[in-house]
């Protein structure tokens, strides 16, 4: 299995829900980048909204740069891998992340993107208990996130790919069909004396 597993996406397409599928199936450990933007922003006594979720993580890039959440979540993932547990990253965001992740050489990191039709996101995002957000909020959302954050290179060049619109265990079996072909690419490979580079089985 990949030691560390990043879930890539736009929101609602199921990332956590994808997360919580290979923590069952796998026993991955989950490592959630927004929450350290959540408990920054609960840190500071503010709402917790979209639009002060946003002001934090703008304000931690601005001072730390566009990797920072990555930067500050590589302790915690170090030390899940030295107890022996593969980790799995739901949240993401940019090519930035990405590649201060790849750029420690002790970090095998795999990407899979979970995808979804734009209209069942907005309607998976309007009805969630947790932070509902509106068509336009998610509108907003998609066009801060490609523009600004440079969340697209990650998914449209993930290593896996799942789509995520029809229910729970057709998602499940999505993923682990996925999984299990990826694993067999790499044991192909291995087998044939050949050392696949990341996210790579050919």
Same mark, same amino acid.
């Given at each position: 299995?990949?030691?560390?597993?990043?879930? &890539?996406?736009?929101?609602?397409?199921?990332?956590?829900?994808?997360?919580?599928l290979l923590v069952q199936k796998?026993?991955?450990?989950?490592?959630?980048?927004?929450?350290? &933007? &959540?408990?920054?922003?609960?840190?500071?006594?503010?709402?917790?909204?979209?639009?002060?979720?946003?002001?934090?993580?703008?304000?931690?890039?601005?001072?730390?740069?566009?990797?920072?959440?990555?930067?500050?979540?590589?302790?915690?993932?170090?030390?899940?891998?030295?107890?022996?547990?593969?980790?799995?990253?739901?949240?993401l965001y940019s090519t930035a992340?990405?590649?201060?992740?790849?750029?420690?050489?002790?970090?095998?990191?795999?990407?899979?993107?979970?995808?979804?039709?734009?209209?069942?996101?907005?309607?998976?995002?309007?009805?969630?208990?947790?932070?509902?957000?509106?068509?336009?909020?998610?509108?907003?959302?998609?066009?801060?996130?490609?523009?600004?954050?440079?969340?697209?290179?990650?998914?449209?060049?993930?290593?896996?790919? &799942?789509?995520?619109?029809?229910?729970?265990?057709?998602?499940?079996?999505?993923?682990?069909?996925?999984?299990?072909?990826?694993?067999?690419?790499?044991?192909?490979?291995?087998?044939?004396?050949?050392?696949?580079?990341?996210?790579?089985?050919?």
């Amino acid at each position: 299995m990949p030691a560390v597993l990043a879930v &890539v996406g736009l929101a609602g397409t199921g990332k956590s829900e994808a997360t919580g599928l290979l923590v069952q199936k796998y026993g991955y450990s989950a490592i959630y980048f927004g929450g350290i &933007v &959540v408990d920054e922003v609960q840190r500071r006594g503010l709402p917790l909204r979209p639009a002060s979720e946003r002001a934090v993580r703008e304000e931690l890039r601005a001072a730390e740069g566009m990797d920072a959440i990555a930067a500050r979540s590589i302790q915690p993932i170090r030390e899940r891998l030295d107890s022996g547990e593969n980790v799995v990253i739901d949240g993401l965001y940019s090519t930035a992340e990405l590649s201060r992740l790849r750029a420690e050489s002790d970090l095998d990191v795999v990407t899979l993107a979970v995808h979804a039709p734009r209209w069942l996101r907005k309607k998976r995002l309007r009805t969630r208990p947790v932070r509902p957000l509106t068509a336009k909020e998610v509108d907003e959302r998609d066009w801060f996130e490609l523009s600004n954050l440079d969340k697209a290179p990650p998914i449209v060049l993930a290593d896996l790919h &799942v789509v995520n619109d029809g229910t729970v265990n057709q998602l499940a079996e999505n993923i682990y069909r996925t999984i299990e072909g990826f694993l067999t690419k790499i044991e192909s490979a291995v087998a044939a004396g050949t050392r696949p580079t990341t996210g790579s089985a050919e």
